[in-house]
């Protein structure tokens, strides 16, 4: 069993930087993989990034390539979200996951684990 608590949402100017964390419960943290998925108002949730568990895969939607960057540390059982240049589309509630196995999946049925989530809103 897993149990995720996110942080560190907020308002941010347009352009902005945050940085999400995801904090886990469990002594197996390591072999999960973790995601980050949002979902803004009005719209279904979509996958953001995740990575695998020993941190050397990662994968990325297309609107956050080059902005966002996903990692974790296994020795404090967290993963980060470092969003960079923020946008007002990236306004939404952002999810942390998780999921047994190796793959770095993408979609969201794929993970049996879930924080509450953390609100992000950047205004232009």
Do not use: H
Not at 35 to 57: H, M, Y
Not at 81 to 94: F, I
């Amino acid at each position: 069993q897993v149990q995720l608590v996110e942080s560190g949402g907020g308002l941010v100017q347009a352009g902005g930087s945050l940085r999400l964390s995801c904090a886990a419960s469990g002594r197996t943290f390591s072999c999960y993989v973790m995601g980050w998925f949002r979902q803004a108002p009005g719209k279904e949730r979509e996958f953001v990034t995740a990575i695998n568990c020993s941190g050397s895969s990662t994968r990325y939607t297309d609107s956050v390539k080059g902005r966002f960057t996903i990692s974790r540390d296994n020795a404090k059982n967290t993963v980060y979200l470092q969003m960079n240049s923020l946008k007002p589309e990236d306004t939404a509630v952002y999810y942390c996951a998780a999921r047994s196995g190796v793959s770095v999946a993408t979609e969201d049925y794929a993970y049996g684990y879930w924080g509450q989530g953390t609100q992000v809103t950047v205004a232009s």
